[in-house]
Nanobody
C-alpha cells in the first residue's frame, strides 16, 4: 500500500515562490505516473501538473503553465512541485497522486489516480 505525504505549503505573498514535496512510502514509484492536484472549498479537485515515470515528460494546467514545475526523484521516492510567481487564485490545498499503472498519456482526472496524499495548504495573500 503506497502512502503519500505532502509538505511545503504555507502562507505567502503574491509573487513569492514555494517548493512542495510529496514523499512516497510502501512501494516503489519509479514505474508510475504521478501528479499534483489542488482543491478549494466547494470546488472540484483540479489537475495542476503530471509527470511520467522517468520524468522525461510532463504536462500542466493552462493556469499554471510557465509558473509551476513538476519533477521527481525516483531514487528517493519524492515528487516535487516548484511554484513561482504565486497568485491569490493559487490558494488551495495541494494534493499529490499516483496512478498504479503504466500509461502513455498523463491523466488529468482525479478518478484516474489510485493513491492520494492528505494535502498541504498553500495560501497566497495579495
Amino acid at each position: 500500500q503506497v502512502q503519500l505525504v505532502e509538505s511545503g505549503g504555507g502562507l505567502v505573498q503574491a509573487g513569492d515562490s514555494l517548493g512542495l514535496s510529496c514523499a512516497a512510502s510502501g512501494g516503489p514509484i519509479s514505474t508510475y505516473t504521478m501528479g499534483w492536484f489542488r482543491q478549494t472549498p466547494g470546488k472540484e479537485r483540479e489537475f495542476v501538473a503530471g509527470i511520467i515515470w522517468n520524468g522525461e515528460r510532463a504536462n500542466y494546467a493552462d493556469a499554471v503553465k510557465g509558473r509551476f514545475t513538476i519533477s521527481r526523484d525516483n531514487s528517493n521516492s519524492i515528487l516535487y512541485l516548484h511554484v513561482n510567481r504565486l497568485k491569490p487564485e493559487d490558494t488551495a490545498a495541494y494534493y499529490c497522486a499516483l496512478r498504479r499503472s503504466v500509461v502513455v498519456e498523463i491523466p488529468s482526472m482525479p478518478n484516474e489516480y489510485d493513491y492520494w496524499g492528505q494535502g498541504t495548504q498553500v495560501t497566497v495573500s495579495s
